[in-house]
């Protein structure tokens, strides 16, 4: 029914047969007050029902008689066909029958002709009307409810997103429910805020609604409540924030109603309108409500759950462990990605097949035992190590954890690490544990408290030879105190020594830090520390030597030229008596400096040897005369030698002087007499000796040894016995030079000396000299020196040193031979050329300035003229020399020379 508007006029249907009673009716119409009407009357009732089921008219009158028809009929038939207008049946008197009959047809109302007026008229007609529009209203309503609940219904069935779907509610609302805006929150009770999911409406969202905290705003206190609020029309009271909002757009009113399921919220629905809300929206909204929070419920689990089985399979995908099923028939069932990740067979191509298949060949039976067990409910799990075949034919080591799987069906279920790496570490350890396990020094291993925790064989052997109580006994005290600073400060420590038993071990700590305990690395270092003080000790000498050996030179020269000038003089035959004495003085004390010089040469090894090869067991037999008186009648000489002559190379001069030295120490060791031992050995030098003297090698050696039961020496003095001019004797008695000289003679012999001594008890000299396998040459004659004679022959001297130059040219020139001199050798050279070679001996010094050495110069001139007879002369001249001295050809004078000896050596070179 269209709905009429205040001014207009009712349309009024009047059906009536009877044109009277049409008039009358009018008539009544007319006479109602305010009211306007718009009559409209059909007499024939066939064309009155097609007027009625029109619906044009506002109310119908139909009269009860109609000739043959009767109202009711109409009213009933009208209603069949669709007329919604109310109609009020009209009678001429009053029957109850009537009455009811028309009631019961759906007749508005039922008015009595004769008894009507215009009052009563106007009000049945305003009733019927009133009556008529309330109902349909009521029916739109109830329609646009229906419309509503289907529409929100429909969206949540859909198969979409929860925001897709409140979406479409929130829709749903503003459509049905006349709201400008509707939005749908849900509530998430972890965070304890409001999340706006929809906001669907014609005016725009307010700012800083979309969420809010449940603690401090009320909509959330609203909501925790569970009661519905309308604010309506006034919204000053209106929780929402934005009041500025609520301005602009002239909301009026709010409607909220949560989405609670057993009390507990989860979410909230509130519109907001322009206009108010009618009283009945918070019921409209309640008919959804639920629905809807079924929907946020249903739709939040399906989340949680699809989120927990993606969670799941991501775990299962990328786990390094295989995890897998096998049925009861030994076949795999399921294998995640690790299984291609380990053995490189694909899921796919394994899924079925055995596992047996698997296994290393080696391992089948055995590890199928184990499986088979747990398969067959055995056994509640089996953990076990074997070998799995991977694609590339190689093995990989894996850790197979296994359990029934759960359920009644067989079967197992389990996970497979891939332990070769682990393995590999295994193997390695083993390995490298075997490395303390042999080392042949001693390896401990102390824990962060000190306490040992491991040493090893060397180490408990090291313990066992020092005599010590306790293995930890051969570390040094402070070795606990070491390992902790060591572990603190992540350093390790280096060469820390303790001696035990006259032996040094020297210990390097290393912190392993990753096990709180310290490696100890120790080694037994006396024999490297002995051969490095006797090295240092040979080296020092060494410089000294050369210190000596420089002075000793050059006093050398000086000496010469005293001595040799006094002997002249004392040689003259017109010399004052009174001379002759302190002359004869001179030239003494000239000779026992050049001793003491020859013997500082000795020791720097510059003194030059002329070796020949020697039996030392003759030697001694020859001296040992000499050495009784030497020693005296208080002191036993007991000599005893190899039955063999004990050859060696070497100077016999030298050697008479290394025993005479020794002599001569142990006399003065026993001033209350005692026993002197001097014996040979011969001796097989091996490695195990040789390593421990820095002089030793291996070979055959003579070992001549003197002891002596003397006062022996301290230690002290021993490490200093070499030393030249080192001497505890007092002043006047010793030189300090004798075992100098010793020490350079044994090793220009290329010998080495030891010494062993005690206090109170004696000492022993040992002299080691390499056997020669040359044979014994004969013997050096030792005739009485002849009477030196002169001679007429030309002799060229070439001595760079102007004084001793002149020297040996007045001595020549004193036994009648002329002298050509030169002070180098190219000099010489030119002497010879102006000479025309016609010289008979070449006399030069060895070391000579402008380049060319005395050697040089002879080898020239005998290249000129082959007999020529040379003399080489040098203060020292072994290093220059070498062996060649000991060559027939070659004649050596030492300087300094007595006159008479460079006469003699003249005359027997020319006479050669
Ligand atoms: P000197 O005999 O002139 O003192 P040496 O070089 O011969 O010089 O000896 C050096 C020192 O070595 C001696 O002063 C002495 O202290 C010590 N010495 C050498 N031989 C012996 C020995 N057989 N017994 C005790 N001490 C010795
Ligand atoms: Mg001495």
Request: hydrophobic share 40%; with cysteine.
């Amino acid at each position: 029914m269209q709905s009429p508007t205040h001014n207009e006029p009712l349309k009024v249907l009047l059906i009536e047969d009877d044109e009277d009673d049409f008039i009358l009716t009018k008539s009544l119409f007319s006479e109602i007050q305010g009211g306007r009407f718009q009559l409209e009357w059909v007499k024939n009732p066939a064309a009155g029902l097609e007027a009625l089921v029109l619906n044009q008219h506002d109310i119908c009158l139909v009269d009860y008689r109609l000739g043959a028809q009767t109202g009711v009929e109409v009213l009933r038939a009208a209603l069949e066909r669709g007329c919604t207008s109310p109609i009020i049946l009209l009678t001429g008197q009053g029957e109850h029958e009537i009455d009811l009959e028309a009631m019961q047809a759906g007749a508005a109302d039922y008015l009595i002709k004769s008894r009507l007026d215009a009052c009563s008229l106007e009000r049945s007609i305003r009733y019927a009307v009133g009556r008529q529009r309330a109902a349909a209203a009521a029916a739109a309503d109830q329609a646009r409810l229906a419309a509503f609940g289907a529409e929100v219904g429909l969206a949540l069935t859909r198969r979409d997103s929860l925001d897709a779907i409140l979406h479409r509610c929130a829709a749903a609302m503003s459509n049905y429910l006349q709201a400008e805006l509707s939005r749908i929150w849900t509530f998430d009770p972890e965070a304890g805020l409001l999340q706006l999911q929809a906001s669907v409406g014609t005016i725009t969202d307010p700012d800083g609604y979309p969420q809010c905290n449940s603690r401090t705003t009320s909509p959330p206190d609203l909501i925790a409540e569970g009661k519905p609020f309308l604010f309506n029309p006034a919204l000053k009271e209106t929780p929402v924030a934005d009041r500025d909002w609520v301005k602009r757009e002239g909301i009026v009113a709010c409607a909220g109603y949560p989405l609670m399921l057993e009390e507990r919220p989860v979410g909230l629905m509130v519109i907001y309108s322009s206009q108010p809300f009618a009283p009945t929206v918070l019921q409209e909204m309640s008919s959804v409500a639920n629905g809807i929070a079924l929907c946020v419920e249903r739709k939040r689990s399906e989340e949680a759950l699809g989120a927990s089985e993606v969670r799941y399979r991501s775990v299962v995908e990328s786990i390094k462990e295989v995890i897998f099923q096998v049925n009861d028939a030994g076949q795999w069932t399921f294998l995640n990605p690790a299984w291609t990740e380990i053995t490189g067979f694909k899921i796919k191509e394994s899924l079925g097949k055995s596992f047996v298949d698997y296994v290393h060949p080696e391992d089948r039976e055995r590890h199928c035992e184990v499986f088979q067990e747990v398969i067959q409910r055995g056994k509640s799990f089996c953990r076990d190590e074997t070998r799995f075949i991977a694609s590339d034919g190689t093995f990989r080591w894996v850790e197979v954890y296994a359990q029934p799987t759960l359920g009644t069906d067989l079967g197992t279920s389990g996970t497979i690490t891939d332990i070769t790496e682990r393995k590999r570490a295994e193997a390695e350890i083993r390995k490298l544990a075997a490395f303390p396990r042999f080392n042949p020094d001693p390896v401990l291993e102390l824990a962060s408290d000190g306490t040992l925790t491991y040493l090893n064989q060397a180490a408990s052997e090291m313990a066992l030879s020092l005599t010590v109580a306790d293995a930890a006994a051969i570390l040094p005290p402070c070795a606990s105190a070491t390992a902790q600073e060591c572990l603190r400060t992540g350093q390790s420590r280096l060469r820390q020594e303790i001696c035990i038993n006259e032996r040094t071990l020297s210990w390097s700590f290393f912190p392993i830090l990753a096990n709180h305990v310290v490696h100890c690395y120790g080694q037994d270092v006396t024999d490297r520390l002995n051969l490095e003080a006797q090295l240092l000790h040979a080296q020092r000498l060494e410089s000294v030597g050369q210190l000596a050996a420089g002075v000793a030179h050059d006093f050398n020269n000086i000496l010469t030229i005293i001595q040799g000038h006094a002997d002249r003089l004392l040689g003259m035959a017109d010399l004052d008596p009174r001379a002759g004495d302190p002359l004869k003085q001179v030239s003494d004390a000239a000779s026992r400096a050049a001793g003491l010089t020859r013997q500082l040469l000795m020791f720097s090894r510059k003194q030059v040897m002329q070796p020949r090869v020697l039996d030392i067991n003759g030697l001694l037999r020859d001296l040992s005369k000499m050495l009784h008186r030497l020693l005296g009648d208080d002191i036993a000489l007991e000599c005893s030698c190899t039955p063999e002559p004990a050859f060696i190379e070497g100077d016999a001069g030298m050697i008479e002087q290394v025993i005479m030295n020794f002599s001569v120490n142990a006399r003065d060791a026993m001033p209350k007499g005692g026993r002197l031992l001097v014996a040979t050995k011969t001796v097989q030098v091996g490695d195990a000796y040789a390593q421990q003297h820095p002089d030793a090698r291996p070979g055959q050696f003579i070992c001549l040894s003197v002891a002596d039961s003397g006062c022996g020496m301290d230690r002290e003095t021993l490490n200093r016995i070499y030393e030249p001019f080192f001497t505890t004797k007092p002043v006047g008695k010793g030189t300090g030079l004798g075992l100098a000289t010793v020490y350079g003679i044994v090793k220009q012999h290329q010998g080495w000396l030891e010494v062993t001594s005690e206090i109170g008890v004696g000492t022993t000299f040992k002299v080691y000299l390499p056997v020669t396998t040359k044979t014994a040459e004969v013997v050096v004659e030792k005739a009485a020196p002849p009477a030196v004679k002169g001679g007429r022959e030309t002799i060229l001297l070439v001595e760079d040193e102007p004084v001793l130059r002149e020297l040996a040219q007045m001595i020549l020139k004193d036994y009648a031979y002329e002298v050509l001199e030169a002070c180098s050798g190219v000099d010489a050279l030119k002497v010879w050329e102006k000479r025309g070679g016609n010289i008979d001996l070449l006399l030069t010094d060895m070391v000579m300035p402008e380049g060319m050495t005395g050697r040089e110069l002879a080898d020239e001139l005998r290249s000129r003229k082959p007999d020529l007879k040379v003399i080489y002369t040098s203060g020292y001249s072994a290093d220059i020399m070498g062996r060649d001295m000991g060559r027939r050809d070659t004649v050596f004078l030492q300087k300094p020379y007595p006159p008479p000896k460079l006469a003699e050596m003249v005359r027997a070179c020319l006479d050669k």
